[in-house]
């Protein structure tokens, strides 16, 4: 993934256009799991989660090998201009972050321990960037789509938070949001590391196990 040093978020009066349509074509079936890639339609009983901990790519691949996941894909979240391409939002003129989007049943998995997972496999602490890639569209997010998802990513980063600050590991830059708009990414970031499994992976975190009950 390309890194670019622009690390803060764009004002909105200066953002890229983009285009008033989705111009990219993608596989309707999910690689891994043959559910649908565009899954606008969620299937009753289920939930939508959407984070931003880095690359999308590695986060993609963690999150659909979890139980009670039922489709995942990347796009871009967070931002202002209307379906951008993955070049745009590189350039730090769009003000998404690259994300990934859960489609899960809660019956299986709760929210809460997605937000766990998370906390784990990121590091919330870098504010723009994960590792070695630097920019905003590398920033941490949690955008909630139901009161009580706010209401448990809000008490889940405290719990975290705290935990790392005895550990002098840094202040949590997670951003918490309502959900906005979701830009599907382009075929070729759809399950990446399954086309590609020796493909980048950044996995930058903070080393620290979320607390158990």
Known sequence: MFSRRKTSLIDPAEALPGRDSDPFRRAEKHVVLGTPVVSDDVPDGHEVAIFGLGCFWGAEEVYWQREGVWSTSVGYAGGYTPNPSYEEVCTGRTGHTEAVRIVFDPAQVSFADLVKQFFEIHDPTQGMRQGNDVGTQYRS???????????????????????????????????????????????AHQQYLAKNPYGYRCHANTGVAFPRD
């Open 141 to 187: 997010a949690i955008y909630y789509t139901t009161p009580e998802q706010e209401q448990t990513a809000r008490d889940l980063t405290k719990i975290y938070g705290d935990v790392l600050a005895e550990r002098s590991l840094g202040d949590i830059t997670t951003e918490i949001a309502p959900a906005g708009p979701y830009y599907y990414a382009e075929d």
